[in-house]
Each structure stands twice: as structure tokens, then as C-alpha cells.
């Protein structure tokens, strides 16, 4: 199953392990496929099969995953109770029908039965997680009854997982799903969140910062203010600094752009590294750090389809 934001990863614990997930159809439906887990380890690849045990052809994706020293923690949009409504996409006025967010865990070989974190969430917008010192943290879009979608996390606190939280105070409501994620990342002394949001009809992207593991948050700091298009990805560097990228509005489309943020908002300027089509081929950007430099990749229209294409920040 291909799409232009859900895509598949890859993510390696401290032991060498690497789990790589891929999305497969599952049934004749738009929507309907599932998430699939395979390890690599001492060269060898395993197929551990579909991660969620809902058996019903509807959407599952939208995948974050946190190496842990002797597992790994999994999350995904699971839209099991989907299938209970009239169509895709749809909900009542209860949960009914809603996409939910679940996680399990990967040890071994062996897939844990899954927990649902929160009931209602919305339906097609990217997580992120992050490992901190107390505990993971998973970002999201939630739903809220009345539509509003604004971001949310959920902490796990060594022995269970908090009540849903919601962070962003935008009350953007659409009655929608906008593909549009936020990002969470921890270094040693900070946690950042940073997401998009269109209220009023005029886009933005923010931050913010908590230095006790998601359990309180600074103040909001306005990164882009001139309606970007968003699809954010956030890295943290070596030094605790953190590095976000998004897509932002230009005359001839749209541009990727870089900014370097410290914990207590210091910023650098920000940077442009391309214009480009501002279209849904373009796809995602994403980061990673490869020995001292930073690496930025996206997908390229070109006439005859895409082409992938990178950038080197030393």
C-alpha cells in the first residue's frame, strides 16, 4: 500500500536490532490496510506478521516506534472500530466509529497483545514518540467531540500510561483529517514538540519545550507564522539544540526550510534548502543525523514521476 504520508520506517535499538515496518493491503477498500513488523538481527530477517489483531479490513498506520535498551515500543492509528460505521472517515457523536490510537511492544520475537492509549483521535495525521528518562511520550492529533483537533500526548510513567493530554490550545476545528502531524524529540535536558495548526484560516507552525518529561510545557513559541504548508520534522543534535524543517509558502510553490532552536527558544535564522512543488508528491521531508552532519531527504516530482532527493548540512 503506497501513500504519500504514511510511509514506511526503520529504527535500530542500542543492541544493533532493527525493526522495519511496511503497510499492506488488507482488503478492496481505499483504506483498508495493515501495519506489518519485520526485525533484522545478526543479519537475518524476520516477518513477524501484522502488529494489530483486529483482523478487520480498515486503515492502520501512521507509525512511530521507540528503541528501548531490550524492546521496542510501537504505535499506530488503529480504525478497528471504523468498520462499525457507515463509511470511512466517519463518526457520531460518541466514539463510535472514531479512529483510535494503540501501542504495543516488540521483545524478542514476540508482538504484545495492544492497549489503546486514546478512543477518538483523528484519522489520518502522522504520530511521533520519543524516549525520556521517565518514560516514552507519543504526540498526536486528537478529536475532540465538537471537531477541535489539536495535539495531544500521552506519557507512560514507568508503570501505566497517563490520561491523553492536550498541549496545542489552537481550538482549530475542521471537520477533517488535515495530514499533518506534530513531532516530539528529547535530548538530555528538553523535551520539543513542535506542530502545524490552521485556525482562522491562516496556517502556523510552533513549539514548545518541557524540561520534566512532558509533564508541564513552556510557553508556545510562533515559528512560522505566514501560513505554511507544514509536514514538520523535528531532530535533536548532539549539543541538546533541536533542528526542525517544514514546508513553507514561496511564489513559485513552496519551500524547505531548517531552523536551528535551543530549549529556551534561541534561534538561528532559518535557513532555505529548496523550492519546491508544493503538491503532495513532494511528500514529507524527513531528517537524520549521519556522523557530523545533518541529512534532509524528500521526494521530487519530475515528468514522469519522482525522484527522491537529499540535502547535506554540515
Excluded at 33 to 42: A, C, F, K, S, T
Excluded at 102 to 130: H, P
Excluded at 152 to 170: C, F, L, M, Y
Excluded at 236 to 251: D, E, Y
Aim: aromatic content about 8%.
Amino acid at each position: 500500500f503506497a501513500n504519500w504520508a504514511d510511509t514506511p520506517t526503520v529504527t535500530t535499538n542500542p543492541q544493533g536490532d532493527t525493526v522495519v515496518h511496511w503497510a499492506e493491503k488488507s482488503g478492496t477498500g481505499t483504506y483498508a490496510y495493515d501495519v506489518r513488523i519485520g526485525l533484522i538481527r545478526d543479519e537475518s530477517f524476520y516477518d513477524l506478521g501484522v502488529i494489530h489483531r483486529d483482523k478487520t479490513e480498515t486503515e492502520h498506520g501512521f507509525v512511530s516506534v521507540v528503541p528501548q535498551p531490550d524492546h521496542f515500543e510501537i504505535f499506530w492509528l488503529d480504525g478497528r472500530n471504523t468498520a462499525a460505521a457507515s463509511g470511512h472517515h466517519t463518526g457520531d457523536a460518541t466514539n463510535a466509529g472514531a479512529m483510535t490510537l494503540r501501542t504495543a511492544q516488540l521483545k524478542g520475537l514476540k508482538i504484545s497483545q495492544s492497549y489503546e492509549i486514546d478512543s477518538k483521535v483523528c484519522d489520518c495525521c502522522n504520530t511521533s514518540a520519543t524516549s525520556t528518562s521517565s518514560g516514552s511520550i507519543i504526540a498526536y492529533r486528537d478529536r475532540a467531540q465538537d471537531e477541535v483537533r489539536d495535539i495531544s500526548i500521552a506519557r507512560h510513567n514507568g508503570t501505566q500510561w497517563t490520561k491523553p493530554e492536550r498541549v496545542s490550545h489552537d481550538n482549530w476545528k475542521i471537520n477533517g483529517c488535515p495530514v499533518n502531524g506534530p513531532r516530539v524529540k528529547s535530548s538530555t535536558a528538553a523535551t520539543a514538540l513542535a506542530w502545524y495548526t490552521k485556525p482562522g484560516d491562516m496556517g502556523s507552525v510552533k513549539m514548545r519545550f518541557s524540561t520534566n518529561n512532558g509533564q508541564s510545557w513552556g510557553s508556545e513559541y510562533l515559528i512560522d507564522g505566514n501560513d505554511p504548508l507544514g509536514r514538520i520534522d523535528l531532530i535533536t543534535l548532539p549539543n541538546g539544540h533541536f533542528v526542525l524543517s517544514w514546508m513553507a509558502r514561496h511564489p513559485n510553490g513552496a519551500s524547505i526550510m531548517l531552523q536551528r532552536i535551543a530549549a529556551d527558544g534561541t534561534m538561528s535564522p532559518a535557513s532555505q534548502i529548496r523550492v519546491v512543488p508544493p503538491g503532495r508528491r513532494t511528500g514529507v521531508p524527513r531528517m537524520a543525523i549521519t556522523g557530523d552532519d545533518l541529512v534532509i531527504v524528500w521526494t521530487e516530482p519530475t515528468k514522469t514521476g519522482t525522484q527522491l532527493q537529499a540535502a547535506r548540512i554540515t
